[in-house]
């Protein structure tokens, strides 16, 4: 989540550092405003209308990049969620201790103009656009609290790898369906002007019904558009998942069944739109490792 390096510090207190957001140059908030208004251009109605509510409900807008403190007085007051500012990317037992302590880190930096389309470490952009809005939202986060209390389960026993798939197919790169229709949450997508031009028009990736075991099962690549989005109905369904589920007992089931690529649909799918599979048709052969 949190970008700018891996630190090597194992406590939570020795990775947070202050924010400094005196520090940031005018042509660094003048960045915050490009990104914010073609986010906000490109997303529209394809967002959930939760995102929206705790953009507003922040003050998260276009003026420039939001000061920390100001931002948590009322994120504290709303779900007792905060934001702390960390240099680096976390490492696994801390970063999930501050998620089941609700605290969510956040890097500091920003991207340059050079990098306005692609970066490849989360920066502030990121971290607070795409993941803070929905921490505003009582049920997101509880789930949010909660994947970070199975986090640390999962480091005991062995179930990093499945969890970091719930990571991406949710918290990343999720889609919930509503009323009117198919909508954005997930912070990878919100915050990426490419892919949210991909998600609102290209139909190229799978549409697939959120079931748990097939996310845990199913391997993603870090470096292009997803072809298998999974759908939520409600963020209320994902915390009481989480809530059900007897997590050590299922990394132990998982480990012995093979992992599922992104491509496929298998007939035990709930599927919502079969993708063309353009985008991706030469994908394969030139990619990286499934995670
Ligand atoms: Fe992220």
């Known amino acids: ?25 005018a042509e660094e908030h003048a960045i915050w405003r490009v990104l914010f208004e073609r986010q906000q251009k490109t997303l529209k109605s394809h967002v959930c209308q939760e995102f929206l509510d705790g953009l507003v409900a922040l003050g998260i807008g276009p003026e420039g990049v939001p000061k920390f403190e100001r931002m948590n007085e009322r994120l ?5 969620w905060e934001v702390v500012a960390v240099p680096g990317l976390v490492p696994g037992r801390p970063f999930f201790q501050m ?6 880190p956040a890097g500091t930096f920003i991207r340059s103009r050079a990098q306005l389309d692609y970066l490849e470490e989360p920066d502030i952009f990121h971290d607070i656009f795409g993941h803070v809005p929905l921490l505003t939202n009582p049920a997101y986060a509880d789930y949010m609290q909660e994947y970070g209390r199975i986090g640390l389960d999962a480091i005991e026993h062995k179930g990093v790898k499945f969890l970091s ?16 229709g198919i909508r954005i949450y997930g912070a990878g997508i919100v915050s990426s002007f490419g892919e949210a031009q991909y998600v609102t ?32 109905d409600r963020f209320e369904d994902l915390f009481e998942l989480l809530k059900e589920t007897d997590f ?8 012995a069944l093979p992992a599922h690529t992104p491509f496929e649909i298998l007939p035990e799918d709930d599927v919502i739109r079969v993708g063309t599979g353009q985008f991706w048709r030469d994908f394969p052969a030139t990619k990286a490792k499934l995670k």
């Open 1 to 25: 989540m949190a970008g700018h390096g891996v630190l090597t510090a194992q406590t939570v207190e020795d990775c947070i550092v202050e924010q400094g957001w005196e520090r940031y140059t």
């Open 99 to 104: 998620l089941a302590s609700r605290r969510f």
């Open 201 to 232: 028009g290209d139909p190229s990736a799978n549409q697939l019904a959120f079931d748990l075991d097939r996310v845990l099962r199913t391997g993603y690549y870090i470096d292009d558009f997803q072809a298998t989005y999974f759908v939520i």
């Open 76 to 80: 504290r007051a709303l779900t007792g």
């Open 165 to 180: 798939r719930l990571n991406w197919y949710t918290i990343e790169f999720g889609l919930i369906r509503k009323p009117q």
């Open 248 to 255: 050590i007992a299922k990394f132990d089931e998982l480990r």
